[in-house]
């Protein structure tokens, strides 16, 4: 007995370590079943991450899991994902692992975690899901169709978990989305009659024809459904619905027959309570709702009755209706009284395009005011026809008074409407504006709003709308906000579109202000800003602005001033385009800095940073308050800080904005041509000049003249760039080009050009035996290198080539002059150059070697570009040398005594 005890041990570990290493054994003899199976019953594309096997966890039967499961659809539909779900569970008899590929797998529980499906009907009425495989080659016979291949379906649980279900007819323009959908059932499915027990929940969005109907409300359902297989008719039992908090009680059955679906449904709310219109509002706008008292009734009844099929939709008889009921909030004044609702939802043909809402009656009164309006909206379908009627007067301050209000926001005004209006939107669609029949007036007096989003309340003395034409006309527009005030007239062509059709508001308006603070329509909150005087990043807390995405409209404008950032414009005119979030300015002209500046260019906000172009011309701006007042300017061309008088400059830029539509300055392309009108420069508000003054001793600064002084900028990558110009000294010719960083890291180089006659009484003595013709031909160029920054600057003279320049010039003409005359002729040249009649007589020594040059601390630097020639040793060669060695230290001398010199 113990043996075989212990034989049963050794035989019951055996089997459960088979059973545990089954699934692993055969995983992918599963995977590759499985796969196979739904590749050969689908038309599409059937892939997944991984198959897990388990044989303990929902044991009698194995449990299958499987991650990243996707259907693909082929065409029509190729690349749309039918079906993608993060994971699919299936319990099945163990047996069924087993089976061969021909042999059906039957499903006893199915679940669905984080699952994605996408159902479309095509143009051509094409269904996406419609991928079964048929055999095209099976002869039809009247039988019941095999089942036994495939797939069996014999549940008792199942459920599908955080699901986003949609369903798209493109040829009626049906949208239908379920959004976080929860669904379950218990049942037994391998029964013909049996109770299946299901709680659903969703947020449903409908839609039809780009108008939409359902726009996320919740709605759950827990109904228990007595399923008849065999008959495939589904009916209703207990059950309770909610829509919103909105409670209906739903009767009725859904059948499926051979030419469609057949549907008899009708609901009702359980109780005529007015609470029930407040459940219906989505759970967004209904706040502080306890206490709440009401009076009157609020019901919703409704009959869907019909076949659906491709034609036909079933009949409704839906009514929404209220009688003289009211509400008011306990800690609030003033009721909502006498509302009254009549509504009905109809179609009694069961064609689409016979449905039509009718709203009879929509009324309230808030204390004495009393606001009604009507509609009739039919050919839902097709080309809807739209009937509406608005007329009352409504006290705004009394809003408050009834409803709770935002923190801090406040109210008040009349407005008075009379309106009728009657189109179909094709025509709103097509803008053919004379099908579109509005009448009426409306108006808004002493309007004034302020809330928490508004830095300033705002307040409209008066505005009017004629409705009377196939444009709606605005006028008497007067409106005040902080220290802004502007007043409108135009008209608006499409606000049906606007309204209905999402369209954007088309129109064309004129704009005056006495004052416009462009600070009164900027918020603080918590944005990350690029501030304007950094080239870097920075917090701010300025809320971007936007340019209205909805708004396509012409406006001419008048200002007499605008405050903008620290600048104050005056006499600020143009015409204004405002198209796809970019605004276009045109012909605009505005009064600054004691001229005026002309603008084109464009603006838009439609991406993550705002964008701007911009030409400017300005014209006889004031130096001194433009540097101060642009911040541009001191980036840059700083140097402008150290002149008086006028400027004139033409700028073509291009680059990113800050949140407050301010430039960033390290974004800036483009270029400019500018013109100094100016005679005067302050040398104690740019450290550069004062250096330079310093250094360059024989110039004087006060004899520079800039007055139409053209150069040309060019601006990228966060540097400028300055295209080589002119201007003189007295007869000095100077020549300036380079560059600077934003952050005023220079690099320039002036390159002097200093007539002989500089060069004092030393240059003379030395070019005494020059003639006059030959000394008018002397120039020196001396190069000067700025570097640094402009308010801690370096400036280095290249002397050496000075000299060297110098010396040439002076050989070279002697050399012309005794060109093939000998030794001895140039000997007596250059001994007479020597000989003369010198004042200096520091000069003759140095040169001829009684006396060492005074300044030794110039070191001569060789030339590495010229091709040094074998030297001379003839006596000829030997006196050439010599005497230009002489000549060159002469030379020398004079430079550096030029660069000593105080000034006169």
Known sequence: MKKFLKILGVFLLAVVVLVAAAPFLFKDQIATIIKNKLNGALDAQVEFADVDLSLFRAFPDARLQIDGLSIINKAPFEGDTLFYGKEVKLDL??????????????????????????????????????????????????????????????????????????????????????MNLTHSGNGDFSLDSSTLDTQTSAQVFYGMDDIEYLSGQQVELDADILMDLANQKYTLQENEALINDLKLNLDGYVQMVEDGTMVDLAFKTPSSDFKNFFAVIPEVYRKNLDGITTTGDFTVNGVINGMVDDVHIPKLDINISSNNASFKYPDLPQSVTKIDIDTQIKNTTGLAEDTYVKIGNVAFNIGQDRLKGNALIRNLTTNMLVDLNLDGTLNLGNLSKAFPMGDGMNLDGTLVADVSTKFDMNSVEQERYENINTKGTASLTDFNYASADLKNPLYIERADLDMNNTRIKLDNFKAKTGNTDFAANGTISNLMGFLFKDQDLKGSFKVDSNQFDTSDFMTETEVETTETNSANSAAATTEAIK?????????????????????????VKGLALVRDETLTLNNTTTDIFNGNIGLNGSVTTKGDTPLFNMALDMNDLDIAQSFEGFEMFQKLVPIIQALKGKINTEINLNGQLNNDLTPIISSLTGDAIAQLLTREIDKNKAPLIAKLDDRLNFINLDDLKLSDLVTKLNFKDGAVQITPFDFNIKDIKITASGAHSLTNDMSYKLDLNVPARYLGTDGAALLSKLSDEDIDKISVPIPVQLSGSFMKPNVDLNLDLAVKNLTNQIVEIQKARIKDKGKETLDDAVTDILGGKNPLDGIKDAITGNKKPSDTTQTQVKDSTVVTKPKDTTAIGKAKEEAEDKVKEAAGNILNNLFKKKKS
């Open 547 to 571: 340019i209205p995405s909805f708004l396509n409209a012409d406006m001419s404008f008048n200002a007499n001033k605008v405050l903008y950032d620290n600048l104050t414009l005056t006499n």
């Open 93 to 178: 008899p163990v047996g069924d692992l087993f089976n061969d590929a021909s042999d059906p797998i039957h499903i006893n529980e199915l679940v669905i975690n984080d699952a994605t499906s996408r159902l479309k009907v095509n143009e051509d009425g094409k269904a996406s899901w419609d991928i079964a495989k048929v055999d095209s080659t099976a002869v039809v016979v009247e039988e019941p169709q095999d089942t036994t291949a495939g797939f069996s379906f014999d549940l008792n649980h199942y459920e599908i978990n955080n699901t986003d279900f949609s369903y798209e007819d493109v040829a009626t323009k049906n949208k239908l989305r379920l």
